[in-house]
C-alpha cells in the first residue's frame, strides 16, 4: 500500500488510527471523575502532540539516520513560525501560504546554516548548529525587535495589512487563522454520558499533515537516499572509498529536517498565531534532541512518542497542585492524607521538571533503546512475540 | 588605553570561570569519554556548598526585643546565631564573614563525594553507551540535582558576600601610573583571577609530575594500551572524576561572591562551558583554558559601548561568532587533538 | 603504458621522508604486488593513490587521467577500488545493503536524489547484488546484520563491494592479514577466479609471500619509501636486495 | 481536607451521570451555552492563575500563588476577609461570584511566552477557566493578554511593568493594575531631583528587550526633563550573568549616576557588581555617585542582600503601607503564610478581587459585560489610595511608591522604605502619550 511494505504499511495504518480517534483515547476518564486531571484530550496539547511529532520526526531523519547531532534545530522551527506570522500579517489569515512560506524560509536558512556546519563533524558540527541557533535567538530577542517582536513575540495587529482580506478587521476583533473560511479554532463536542470529547479542526488539520510528513519519513527511510544517510552514519570512510560523496547527501537530510522543523513551527503559528524568541533558545533545541532519544533514535514512531512524553508532561503534570491531590487523597484519614500529598507534592506542580528528569534517567538506564524497546518488551511480556517487531522495522539505535 | 586594560582584566575574569569549568569538563571528556551534562550542575553544587556553609554559620536562636513588634504585631525578635555564643560576638562574626573562604575546605570534600558517587553509580555505566545516552542521563541528573536544589532553596538568587576584608576595589590605574580611578577592580575579582590560576596551576602540575598524573595522561591518549599494561586505569579515572567534580564546585564556592547564586546558574553556564571546551579543541587541556580566557576576552571587548555603537547586538552574538570562525578556521578547535569525539 | 604511472612522488610528513622519488608502473590486465618491510611507505603509497593524501610533488595518472587532487569517491568514480587491511563495511547495515551501495555509486555516480522510491523497486541493482554475492558465496547471508559476520565473511563483503563496481584497478591493502592458511588460500582461489573471469587490474599489498608468489606477475620492493626493485617474481626471488631489505624476513 | 473537583461543565458532574455508558451522544457545538466562552452553568466558576512556577521567577510566581488562593477563599467567604472589607465596592458578599464558589486552576509560564499560552489555553480549553490571571513578566503578560482576547476570556495581568501591556498591545480582554514604566520615571524624577539635585550625567545600562527599551525611554525622559544629561545608555544580553564589562567603563565615562534597567536577576547581578565595583565609594563631577533601579521587587531584592541600601527605585505597592486595605491584606496573608506579601501577590490579590467585583456588578461573567464594568470603574480601600481603571488603555492609575534600600533592615522582609507616596495625579498620562503610541485596544470577545 503507498509503496510501502506490509510492516511498513501497517505501522502507518496504526498511527492513522491512533490520530484520528486521539480525542476520544486522550479523554479516558469522564469529566468530572479525579482522574480528568490526566485527561490530554483538549484541543491545545493534541496539536502540539503531533505538531512537535512532526518536529521530532524531522530531527529523526537527520540524527536517526546520519548521526549528525544538530544541537540548533529549534531555529529552524522559530524562522518558520516567524516566516508564517509575517504571511497572516502581511498576506491573508489562511493557512496555506502561511506553512508553505514557513518550509521554504526554514529550508533555505537550514541550507546556509547546514552549509557551513557540515564542514565539520561530531561534537564540532554540535557545537557550530548551537552557535547559530543561539545568535539566532539573541538577535530575535534584542536587535531584530521590529521584525520578531523581540520579547513579546511577533503578534498579529488590528492595523496589519493582510493585503488579501481587506474587511477582516471590521469587528475590531483580529481575524483568526483558517483553511478557506473554516477556522482552526472551530471544534465541536461530543457528549457521551459524562465524557466529553472535543474535536478540533486545527488538530485535525495538523494530524493529516503529521501523517502525511511520517508517511515520507517511512519512505525516506526506506529509499536509497535513506540508505545512504545510514551508511554514512555506519561508515563514512567506506562510502567515500565507494565512490559516493557523503556531503550533498546529509546536507540535504539536514535541509529535510530543517523544513520539517519549519513546517512544524508554521503549523505552530497557524494554531496560535505568535511567535516568540524563546522558540530558539538552546533548551528548546535540547527538548527535540531529547524526545528522540527518549522515545528511540533511529525507529520510525518512537520520537513520536517521546514528543507526546514530553509534552504531556510539561503540560499535564504542572497543572496538578496541591489542592488537587487533596482532593484525590480525601478518602485517606487525614493524617495519612496529608502525608501522602507531601510526599507526592515535590514531584507535581513547579516540580514537574523534576518528574521530567527522572523519567529521562529511568528511561535511558532501563530502556537503552528508549520508549520503542519499553513497547517491545511490554508487547514480549504479554506473549505476543511478533517476528518483526518495530525495532526491525526500522534501523538500530545510535551508536 | 585604560578602557582596553580594564577590559582585559573584565575578560580575564570572565575567563578564569570559563577556564575552570571547561577544565573539569575536558578531564571527564579526556579521560571517561563522557559527555557531561551535569557539569554545571556540580559547579551550582559547589556554590550552593557556599551558601549553606553560610547558613550553618549563622544558625540562630531567636531572642525578643522588649518593646518592639513585627509587621503581624506580634512582639519582635532578634536572631541571635549559635556561633556567637560558642565563639562570642567578635569571632563569631567574622566567622561568619568569612563563611566563603571557609567553604572551600568544606566544599573539597563534599565535591569529590558527589563527583564519586555520581561516577560510580551512574556515569560508570555509560562509558560504553552512545553519545546521546550519555547526553540523556546527565542532563535528566542536571535538572534532577538543579530541582532538588530549588526546593530547598529557592528559586531567587541568595546574596553570599565576600568578607568584609575584600569588599570594595582596588584602584590599579594608580598603581601603573594612569588617574586615579580610571582603572578601579573589585578585590574579590583579582581573588577569583589568582584563585583560578593556582587551581590550573595545581590541575596542570598534578598531571605533569606525579605519576597518578601520567598514567591519567597517557590513559586520555590511548586507553586501551594503558589498560594492556594491567595498570587500572578505572580507579584513576574515578578518582579523576572526583576531581573535575571539586574544580567545577570550587569555581562554584569562588563565584558566589561575584553572583549571588541561584539554582539554574549551572544551566546558564553549561552551553557556554561546552562552546568554550569544543573551541578550545576536544581533549586538550590547555586548549580548555586558552579557549576560556580567549573568548572571556573577547566577551569583554564585545560589551564596550564604543564597539556596539558600531555593530549593535554584537555583544549577544561574538561568543558564538568567535566559536564558529574558529571551529571554521581549524577544524578541531584552537588545540584539539585527531579523531576525538569527531564521530 | 600502463593503467596506472606513478611518477617522481615524494611525500614527507616534518621530518621524515615517507615516499622519495616513487615510479611505479602497472599495466592494464596484470597483478602487480608492492611489498617491502614495516615502515618501507606501502600503506603511504597506497593512500596517495586514492586520494587519501596527496604527495608532495610527483604525479599519479590513472587511465591516463591525473588523480591528484582528487577527492577519494571521485577516484574512486574513475574506477578505482580498494580493499582495506581490516575490513571497512557498513556495520549498521545489512549484507544486501552493503552490495546494493556500491551498485547504486556505479549506477549513479556520488550523488543522486532518487526521491523516495523504495530501494526494493531497484529490482536491476538487487540482481547485480545477488549475483555478485553468489560469486562470493554469501547469498545465504544476504539479511544478515553485517557488523555479527565473522572477520573473514566482512572481508570477503568488502571485496564483493568492490568488485561488484567494476572497477580498472582494484588495490588489496593485505587481503590476507591474520587469516589462517586455509582461508588464505581460498582467498587466493578467489583472487585468481576473479581475475580470469574479469580482466581486472589488481595491485596488492602483501606481506605474505605466498600469497605474492602466487598471484603477482610484477613485484616492486619498496623500502625506506623508494623502490629498490621491479621484476617478475621468479627475479625478485633470489634478489640479494631484496634478502637484504627484508633481514631474512621473506618467505 | 476535600475540595470540589475541577471540571469543565459543572451540568455534566451533577447530572448526566446517570446511565452514562448507554446515554445517546449529545452533540453541542462550541457556540453553545450562553453566548461566550467557558460560562458557568453548574454552582461553581473556575479562574485560572497561570503564573511562573518554573525558571528565575519561580519564587515570585509562588507568591502570587498564594495570593490567589487567599483570594479565592476570601470570595468564598472563608478567613478573615481580608480587602473585602476595605474595599469601596461592597457587591461582594463573600458567596462565591455570583452566588457560584471560586475554583481554580494553576499552571506554570515558565517565563516564556509560548509555555504560558499553552498553559492558558489548557485552562481554557480543558478546564474551563473563565478568567486568565497572572505572570511576572511583560513578554508573558502581552502574549496571554492577546490569546485571551482571541479566546473571549478575561486576562488580569499580574505583574507586568512594560508601557507596552497597556501602549502597544492593549487588548479589550485585558486589564493592567500594576503601574508601568512611565508612571516609575514620572515617580522617580522628582524625588531624584531632590535628594540629587538637577545636575547630574546618567549612564543607563539596559536590559536588551521590550521592557527594558520602555523602562529607558521612561526614565530618560522624565530625567532629562528635570536637567539630566543621559550619558549613555548600553544595552545589555538577557542571559548575561556577570555585567563587570558592562559596570566597568562606566567611571570612565564621567557619569555621576548609573541606572539599571534591569529586573530580576540581571537586576541582582547587575547591582551587586555595581557595588563590587565600589561605584558608590567613589565622587564624580564633584558629586557622590548614585546608583538607581527603576523597577524594585523585594523578592528579588533580597538576593541582591546589602547592596541595595540607599538605592532608589519605585515599586507598585509595598506591605508596610499603613492604609486600612493594605494593612488588612498584609494581617490576613501574614497571618496564612507567616510572611508580608510582595507586590507581586498584592497586584494578584487585586486583580482576583476586582474581577469578581466587576462579575458581580455586572450580573455576568460575559467577557464583554465585565469589560464594562471594569472601565471607568473608581475604588478606593486596595492599597494603592484611589484608583481608576481608565477605560482608554485598561491600566490603573493610582498612587506610585518611591522606595530606598533601608540602612537598617529589621528582618529578611524589612528591606525597603518607603520614600514617597507619588500622588496619583502625577504619573497620569494621556492615552496618545508617545511611549504608549501605536496598538489598539479593538473591541470586547465574548468568544464563542
Known amino acids: ?333 487525614d493524617g495519612l492524607e496529608d502525608l501522602v500529598v507531601t510526599m507526592i507534592y515535590p514531584f507535581i506542580g513547579k516540580g514537574w521538571h523534576l518528574t521530567l528528569g527522572i523519567v529521562f534517567m529511568l528511561v535511558v538506564i532501563f530502556l537503552p533503546g528508549g520508549l520503542v524497546e519499553g513497547g517491545q518488551k511490554l508487547a514480549n511480556l504479554f506473549g505476543r512475540k511478533k517476528a518483526d517487531n518495530p525495532k526491525s522495522a526500522s534501523t538500530e539505535p545510535a551508536e | 588605553m585604560d578602557a582596553i586594560i580594564l577590559q582585559i582584566l573584565n575578560g580575564l575574569d570572565k575567563g578564569s570561570a570559563y577556564a575552570l569549568i571547561a577544565l573539569g569538563l575536558t578531564l571527564i571528556f579526556g579521560t571517561l569519554g563522557v559527555v557531561n551534562f551535569a557539569h554545571g550542575a556540580l559547579f551550582m553544587i559547589g556554590a550552593f556548598c557556599a551558601v549553606t556553609l553560610s547558613r550553618l554559620l549563622s544558625l540562630s536562636h531567636e531572642v525578643a526585643i522588649p518593646g518592639q513588634v513585627d509587621f503581624l504585631g506580634n512582639p519582635a525578635t532578634r536572631d541571635v546565631p549559635y556561633v556567637f555564643d560558642i565563639f562570642g560576638e567578635a569571632l563569631g562574626s567574622s566567622i561568619i564573614d568569612w563563611a566563603v573562604p571557609l567553604s572551600i575546605l568544606f566544599a573539597i570534600p563534599i565535591m569529590i563525594l558527589v563527583g564519586v558517587i555520581m561516577e560510580r553509580g551512574l556515569i560508570k555505566h555509560f562509558y560504553k553507551r552512545p553519545h546521546a545516552d550519555q547526553i540523556l542521563v546527565t542532563f535528566g541528573l542536571a535538572i534532577v540535582l538543579q530541582e532538588i536544589i530549588k526546593y530547598y532553596y529557592g528559586a531567587n538568587p541568595i546574596p553570599t558576600p565576600a568578607p568584609e576584608a575584600f569588599t570594595g576595589s582596588f584602584d590599579f590605574g594608580a598603581l601603573i601610573g594612569f588617574e586615579p580611578n580610571t582603572i578601579i577592580y573589585p578585590y574579590w575579582r583579582l581573588v577569583y583571577f589568582a584563585f583560578a590560576a593556582i587551581i590550573i596551576g595545581a590541575v596542570f602540575a598534578f598531571l605533569q609530575f606525579t605519576t597518578f598524573g601520567m598514567v591519567v595522561r597517557a590513559g586520555m591518549a590511548d586507553r586501551e594500551t594503558v589498560g594492556l599494561l594491567g595498570i587500572n586505569i578505572d580507579k584513576r579515572f574515578t578518582i579523576m572524576f572526583g576531581l573535575a567534580a571539586a574544580v567545577a564546585g570550587l569555581a562554584g564556592v569562588m563565584y558566589t561572591p561575584i553572583n549571588s547564586p541561584n539554582y539554574h546558574m549551572g544551566m546558564d553556564f553549561l552551553v557556554l562551558s561546552f562552546v568554550v571546551v569544543v573551541v578550545g579543541g576536544m581533549g586538550s587541556l590547555p586548549g580548555a583554558v586558552l579557549a576560556g580566557f580567549l573568548l572571556g576576552i573577547l566577551e569583554s571587548f564585545a560589551s564596550m559601548r564604543e564597539v556596539i555603537d558600531i555593530i549593535p547586538g554584537i555583544n549577544q552574538v561574538i561568543i558564538y561568532l568567535v566559536a564558529i570562525v574558529i571551529l571554521l578556521t581549524r577544524p578541531r578547535g584552537l588545540m584539539g587533538r585527531k579523531g576525538v569525539m569527531e564521530d | 603504458m ?115 522510491r523504495s530501494v526494493i523497486s531497484e529490482a536491476e541493482l538487487r540482481d547485480q547484488a545477488e549475483s555478485m554475492l553468489e560469486e562470493v558465496n554469501m547469498i545465504d547471508k544476504r539479511d544478515m546484520h553485517s557488523a555479527s559476520m565473522s572477520r573473514g565473511d566482512k572481508r570477503r563483503l568488502e571485496m564483493a563491494m568492490c568488485l561488484v563496481q567494476n572497477p580498472k584497478l582494484l588495490l588489496l591493502d593485505e587481503p590476507t592479514a591474520g587469516m589462517a592458511r586455509a582461508d588464505t588460500n581460498n582467498t587466493i582461489d578467489l583472487l585468481k577466479e576473479i581475475k580470469e573471469k574479469r580482466n581486472i587490474t589488481i595491485a596488492i599489498i602483501e606481506h605474505d609471500m605466498h600469497v605474492v608468489f602466487s598471484l603477482a606477475e610484477r613485484i616492486t620492493v619498496l623500502a625506506q619509501g623508494t623502490p629498490l626493485v621491479e621484476d617478475t617474481p621468479e627475479n625478485i626471488k633470489g634478489h640479494p636486495k631484496v634478502k637484504e631489505a627484508y633481514l631474512g624476513e621473506a618467505a | 481536607m476535600s475540595k470540589g473537583n475541577l471540571t469543565r461543565r459543572g451540568v455534566l458532574k451533577t447530572g448526566a451521570v446517570a446511565g452514562a455508558g448507554l446515554a445517546l451522544p449529545t452533540y453541542l457545538s462550541a457556540a453553545g451555552h450562553e453566548g461566550f466562552t467557558n460560562a458557568p452553568t453548574g454552582s461553581t466558576v473556575t479562574l485560572g ?250 523578592l528579588m531584592a533580597k538576593g541582591a542582600g546589602a547592596n541595595v541600601k540607599g538605592i532608589f527605585g519605585s515599586t507598585n505597592w509595598h506591605w508596610s503601607l499603613q492604609d486600612e486595605g493594605s494593612k488588612a491584606f498584609v494581617q490576613s496573608f501574614g497571618t496564612k503564610y507567616g510572611f508580608p506579601p510582595s507586590q507581586a501577590a498584592h497586584t494578584c490579590y487585586v486583580q482576583a478581587l476586582l474581577y469578581a467585583d466587576a462579575v458581580e456588578r455586572a450580573g455576568s461573567f460575559a467577557p464583554c459585560a465585565v469589560v464594562e464594568a471594569l472601565e471607568g470603574f473608581e475604588f478606593d480601600g486596595m492599597g494603592n489610595g484611589k484608583t481608576l481603571y481608565r477605560a482608554d488603555d485598561h491600566q490603573c492609575f493610582k498612587d506610585v511608591l518611591v522606595v530606598k534600600g533601608k540602612e537598617n533592615p529589621s528582618s529578611e522582609f524589612d528591606l525597603l522604605e518607603i520614600v514617597e507616596v507619588t500622588p496619583v495625579d502625577q504619573v497620569t498620562y494621556a492615552p496618545d502619550h508617545p511611549q504608549f503610541a501605536g496598538g489598539a485596544l479593538g473591541s470586547c470577545n465574548n468568544g464563542a
Not at chain 1, 516567524?82 to 541550507?111: C, D, E, H, Q, R
Not at chain 1, 488538530?203 to 545512504?228: E, K, N, Q, W
Not at chain 1, 516568540?276 to 513520536?304: D, H, K, N, Q, Y
Request: hydrophobic fraction near 45%; charged fraction near 15%; proline fraction near 4%.
Open chain 4, 49 to 298: 492563575f497561570n503564573v511562573p512556577q518554573s525558571g528565575p521567577y519561580a519564587d515570585e510566581g509562588a507568591d502570587e500563588l498564594r495570593a490567589y488562593e487567599l483570594a479565592v477563599e476570601h470570595l468564598n467567604g472563608e478567613g478573615d476577609g481580608g480587602m473585602l472589607n476595605t474595599f469601596s465596592s461592597k457587591a461582594l458578599q463573600g458567596n462565591g461570584i455570583l452566588g457560584k464558589k471560586v475554583e481554580y486552576v494553576t499552571g506554570d509560564t515558565q517565563t516564556k511566552s509560548d509555555a504560558a499560552r499553552a498553559s492558558a489555553k489548557s485552562m481554557i480549553e480543558k478546564d474551563g477557566a473563565v478568567m486568565i490571571t497572572g505572570g511576572s513578566s511583560s513578554g508573558v503578560a502581552v502574549a496571554v493578554q492577546a490569546l485571551c482576547q482571541e479566546a473571549g476570556v478575561i486576562f488580569m495581568a499580574g505583574l507586568t511593568h512594560s508601557n507596552d501591556t497597556t501602549g502597544k498591545d492593549k487588548r479589550a480582554n485585558g486589564f493592567r493594575h500594576f503601574f508601568n514604566s512611565y508612571m516609575s520615571g514620572a515617580a522617580l524624577a522628582p524625588v531624584l531631583a531632590a535628594n540629587y539635585g538637577t545636575d547630574r550625567k546618567a549612564y543607563h545600562l539596559t536590559a536588551d528587550y521590550n521592557w527594558g527599551y520602555t523602562t529607558e525611554e521612561a526614565i530618560k525622559s522624565s530625567t532629562e526633563a528635570m536637567g539630566w544629561e543621559t550619558v549613555a545608555a548600553v544595552k545589555t544580553p538577557l542571559t548575561q550573568t556577570d555585567f563587570s564589562s558592562y559596570i566597568a567603563p562606566v567611571l570612565q565615562s564621567g557619569a555621576d549616576t548609573l541606572v539599571l534597567n534591569h529586573y530580576g536577576g540581571n537586576m541582582v547581578n547587575s547591582l551587586t557588581n555595581a557595588v563590587q565595583f565600589g561605584l558608590r565609594d567613589k565622587q564624580v563631577n564633584g558629586k557622590d555617585f548614585q546608583i538607581i533601579v527603576p523597577l524594585y521587587s523585594r
Open chain 1, 1 to 333: 500500500m503507498f509503496g510501502l511494505n506490509k510492516k511498513d504499511a501497517s505501522l502507518l495504518l496504526i498511527v492513522a488510527g491512533l490520530v484520528a480517534f486521539a480525542p476520544f483515547l486522550l479523554n479516558p476518564f469522564p469529566e468530572g471523575s479525579a482522574m480528568a486531571q490526566f485527561n490530554a484530550g483538549y484541543p491545545d496539547l493534541m496539536q502540539r502532540f503531533v505538531i512537535f511529532g512532526i518536529f521530532a520526526i524531522g530531527f529523526n531523519i537527520l540524527f536517526g539516520l546520519t548521526g549528525y547531532l544538530s544541537f540548533g534545530h529549534a531555529a529552524f522551527l522559530g524562522v518558520g513560525s516567524y516566516a508564517a506570522v509575517w504571511m497572516f500579517k502581511l498576506l491573508s489569515m489562511n493557512v496555506l501560504p502561511a506553512i508553505v512560506l514557513a518550509v521554504i524560509t526554514a529550508g533555505a536558512f537550514a541550507l546556509i546554516i547546514g552549509y557551513v556546519s557540515l564542514r565539520r563533524s561530531g561534537i564540532y558540527f554540535s557545537i557550530l548548529t548551537l552557535a547559530f541557533a543561539q545568535m539566532s535567538f539573541a538577535l530575535a530577542y534584542s536587535v531584530l525587535t521590529p521584525i520578531t517582536g523581540g520579547e513579546t513575540g511577533l503578534q498579529l495587529a488590528l492595523d496589519d495589512p493582510r493585503i488579501l482580506e481587506s474587511a477582516s478587521a471590521s469587528e475590531g476583533n483580529i481575524p483568526v487563522p483558517g483553511l478557506f473560511g473554516l477556522e482552526m479554532r472551530d471544534s465541536f463536542e461530543m457528549v457521551m454520558g459524562s465524557w466529553v470529547f472535543t474535536f478540533n479542526f486545527g488538530y485535525y488539520f495538523c494530524a493529516v499533515i503529521m501523517l502525511i510528513a511520517f508517511y515520507l519519513s517511512i519512505r525516506i527511510f526506506r529509499s536509497p537516499f535513506g540508505m545512504m544517510l545510514r551508511a554514512i552514519k555506519s561508515n563514512q570512510q567506506r562510502l567515500n572509498y565507494t565512490g559516493v560523496n557523503p556531503r550533498p547527501y546529509t546536507l540535504a537530510a539536514f535541509v529535510i529536517s530543517g523544513m520539517y522543523a519549519g513546517l512544524a513551527g508554521g503549523l505552530m503559528a497557524s494554531m496560535d498565531p505568535l511567535a516568540g524568541a524563546e522558540r530558539m533558545f538552546w533548551t528548546a533545541s535540547g527538548e527535540v534532541v531529547l524526545m528522540t532519544i527518549l522515545g528511540g533514535v533511529g525507529t520510525l514512531i518512537g520520537p513520536v512518542l517521546g514528543a507526546g512524553m514530553i509534552k504531556y508532561m510539561e503540560n499535564i503534570i504542572s497543572k496538578i497542585n496541591s489542592d488537587i491531590l487533596h482532593g484525590w487523597f480525601a478518602f485517606l484519614p
Open chain 3, 2 to 116: 600502463g593503467i596506472l604511472e606513478v611518477k617522481d612522488v615524494n611525500k614527507r610528513f616534518g621530518g621524515l621522508q615517507a615516499l622519495g622519488k616513487v615510479n611505479l608502473s602497472v599495466a592494464e590486465n596484470s597483478c602487480h604486488a608492492i611489498i617491502g618491510p614495516n615502515g618501507a611507505g606501502k600503506s603511504t603509497l597506497l593512500n596517495c593513490l586514492v586520494g587519501k593524501l596527496i604527495p608532495d610533488t610527483g604525479s599519479v595518472m590513472f587511465d591516463g587521467q591525473s588523480v591528484l587532487g582528487r577527492t577519494p569517491f571521485e577516484i574512486n568514480q574513475m574506477g578505482i577500488s580498494r580493499v582495506f587491511q581490516t575490513p571497512e563495511i557498513f556495520g549498521d547495515l545489512t549484507v544486501m545493503e552493503n552490495m546494493l551501495i556500491p551498485c547504486f555509486a556505479r549506477r549513479d555516480g556520488s550523488f543522486a536524489l532518487h526521491g523516495i
